[in-house]
């Protein structure tokens, strides 16, 4: 049987980084995020007793280290479905990989979708979530609609995502400023397992809960200024234990400080838009509605800007009619 998934990467606004857990990939703490419209993946899948391998081709390449992510959340699903047949993936991505924009998320939330069609499950919402982030932690994400809250969990089946609000609820705007579609030297993966070499990651956990309550309130009442400060502060505070790591992980390129310090300046000249960044070099620019434009105006001027993307919160994984084979 063959499925085909669409799925969105995901900003994390409070971010996930760490785990409690490295096979389950449970984390270290919640995280509140918003699925974005414009970043997309794409994938088939079809499970057939005539293939001899799995096969998987992602933006119409080949790479050993990604098929081995891919045919292990196949594992997942086959196990779950009793079935032995082996697969071919095809997955496009509409926005570059390894960048810091999330890929894995949409990927993997999409895959999970697709498979688990294909191989005959009916999943729920939850139980989709749950196995997604056994895939990729922050795909768990990009599995409900909208805005989205990661629970923090000690167990597999208590840490899932679920959606807080749907994507018509707050019309705020990520705009996405691409500075190099270069790879990132260490994935989010293999950053993550230096989180305890850090001496302020302790301090950080202490107060995370906190800071989720305070920015779900923010939320809900669409305080955006209160909200754009704390995304703002998070961000940096997430890059500080990534610094103060060891060895220190530096995701930032002269360009991504460029920009962080024009969006200072133009939050002070009475543009209010903040900033916040994933582990990667590109800076997501939220802001609401009625500041598009002037935003963008002033993007366009920037000559290290490569790409400007503009994102309005999405639905979550579904499942589409046009396969990609």
Not at 11 to 18: C, L, M, V
Not at 141 to 156: A, K, M, Y
Not at 298 to 325: M, Q
């Amino acid at each position: 049987m063959k499925a085909t998934a669409a799925a969105p990467s995901n900003i994390a606004f409070i971010k996930y980084w760490g785990k409690k857990d490295e096979k389950l990939r449970l984390p270290e703490n919640g995280s509140i995020s918003m699925n974005l419209s414009n970043l997309t993946t794409r994938t088939t899948v079809e499970f057939n007793s005539k293939f001899k391998k799995d096969l998987v081709v992602i933006d119409d390449f080949i790479d050993n280290k990604e098929s081995s992510r891919v045919i292990k959340q196949l594992d997942l699903i086959r196990k779950k479905a009793n079935i032995f047949h082996k697969a071919k993936v095809v997955s496009k991505n509409n926005f570059p990989k390894g960048t810091g924009l999330s890929s894995s998320a949409s990927g993997i939330a999409a895959l999970t979708l697709a498979a688990s069609k294909a191989a005959g499950l009916n999943l729920s919402e939850k139980e989709l979530s749950i196995l997604a982030r056994q895939g990729s932690g922050s795909a768990c994400r990009s599995i409900p609609d909208g805005f989205v809250e990661w629970l923090d969990g000690n167990t597999s089946e208590s840490s899932y995502s679920l959606s807080l609000y749907p994507p018509s609820y707050w019309p705020i705007v990520d705009i996405v400023a691409v500075v190099s579609k270069r790879k990132k030297d260490t994935s989010s993966s293999d950053g993550q397992k230096l989180t305890s070499t850090s001496p302020f990651f302790p301090e950080r956990l202490s107060r995370i809960k906190e800071k989720i309550s305070h920015l779900k309130k923010f939320l809900k009442n669409k305080n955006f200024t209160e909200f754009g400060q704390m995304i703002e502060e998070e961000a940096l505070e997430l890059h500080a234990i990534m610094l103060t790591s060891k060895p220190a992980l530096i995701y930032w390129l002269p360009e991504t400080v460029k920009l962080m310090k024009a969006v200072k300046k133009w939050r002070n000249d009475g543009l209010e838009v903040y900033f916040t960044i994933n582990t990667g070099q590109d800076i997501h620019l939220i802001l609401e509605e009625k500041n598009i434009k002037q935003l963008i105006n002033k993007l366009e001027k920037i000559k290290e800007i490569k790409n400007i993307i503009i994102n309005r919160p999405s639905f979550g994984a579904r499942l589409i009619d046009k396969h990609l084979f």
